[in-house]
């Protein structure tokens, strides 16, 4: 595999990945899949959310 198909690769897994980010403006959790929404509520509860529906 060369270089360039690596680095293609990795920029299309870290599209798929979902991150967790705290809002200060509302005190709430977020996943967030690139810049989506995918899902709103407590840390433990964005957690679970990650753990069951994260890409594989």
């Known amino acids: 595999m ?3 198909s690596k680095v293609l690769t990795q920029v299309s897994k870290s599209k798929d990945q979902l991150t967790l980010k705290f809002s200060k403006d509302d005190n709430t ?4 899949k690139e810049y989506s929404i995918m899902f709103i ?3 433990t509860a964005c957690n679970t959310y990650m753990r069951n529906f994260a890409s594989k």
């Open 41 to 43: 509520g407590s840390e």
């Open 2 to 4: 060369n270089w360039f």
């Open 29 to 32: 959790w977020l996943v967030m």
